[in-house]
Every structure is written in C-alpha cells, then in structure tokens.
C-alpha cells in the first residue's frame, strides 16, 4: 500500500479504534470471551500489527493479493471470539481507508482497488491465523468437526 495511505490511516487511529470499538458492541457475543469488553484489550496490538504488514518500508511480508484466499476465517464450532473481533475490525479499518481515499482526490482507481484488496488480505490473513490458534486448544473443536462430516455424509 502507498505511504501515503498507511501514513493517513495511521492518523485516524483514535477514530478507527472508536468505530472497532462500537462495532464490537454491536455484534453478538456468544462467549463470555467474546464479549466486547474482554476484545477491547486487544485493538491497540492488531492495530499495530495491521499497520505493520501495510507499511511499503516494513520488513514484514504478507502474502500478496494474488496469493490470498480471500476468505475469512472459519471456526468449526462458532464459538471463536475472534470471528467477530476481525469481522468489527475489517468494517472500521475499510470505512477509514474509504474516507481516507476520498480525501485523495487525485488518487488512481487501480491504486484504490488495490489498497482495498491489500487491507483486506492483511486483515484476514491475520485473523486466519489468530482464528485457527485459538482454536486449536478449543474443547469444542473436535465435537463440532465430527458433527460437520455427520452432516456432510447425510
């Protein structure tokens, strides 16, 4: 992604983390871990790590658009507390860097698409990877896996 873009998405911090935040608060808790208040801890670290993987000067590497799924992430018994933290957290994170472009006048229609797929790469890339970890202790994970292939073979 352009400097430019991470460097104004960097600058709207505050009002990213304000909107994660009330997102949070709106989708469905299904777990005391996935209440709003037990993820909020949560935004400052994402948010840097986020920032990170955009940065054209960091050393970190993502996979590249092409290279992506594409897909969110997936928990076998729905009960990942992470599932709405990232699903929060791409709305917020795709608002700013929509305003963000506006504010670009003279900026590209392919630079726009692009920086939007690489938000979202990065976004759930992360989330696949804080998805799966969690649910790889999950008590739940092996019951619901054996329901999914029950259900496949009906």
């Known amino acids: 992604m352009q400097g430019e873009l991470v460097q104004a998405l960097l600058n709207r911090r505050t009002q990213i983390c304000a909107r994660w935040t009330a997102l949070l608060h709106i989708e469905r808790a299904n777990t005391a871990l996935a209440h709003p208040d037990m993820l909020i801890h949560l935004l400052d670290w994402t948010f840097d790590l986020i920032i990170q993987a955009l940065d054209p000067t960091s ?9 992506a799924s594409g897909a969110r ?3 076998p018994c729905g009960r990942n507390p ?3 933290f990232f699903i929060a957290g791409e709305q ?15 900026l590209e229609a392919v630079l726009r698409d692009q920086a939007v797929a690489e938000l979202l790469n990065v976004i759930r890339t992360l989330a696949r990877t804080e998805v799966e970890a969690f649910c790889s202790v999950c008590q739940y994970r092996d019951a619901a896996l054996s329901a999914a292939k029950i259900t496949a073979l009906a």
């Open 92 to 106: 917020a994170w795709l608002e700013a860097l929509v305003f963000t472009q506006v504010a670009i006048p003279k």
């Open 59 to 67: 050393n970190r590497k993502t996979p590249s658009a092409a290279q």
């Open 73 to 75: 992430a997936d928990c």
């Open 82 to 84: 992470y599932l709405y």
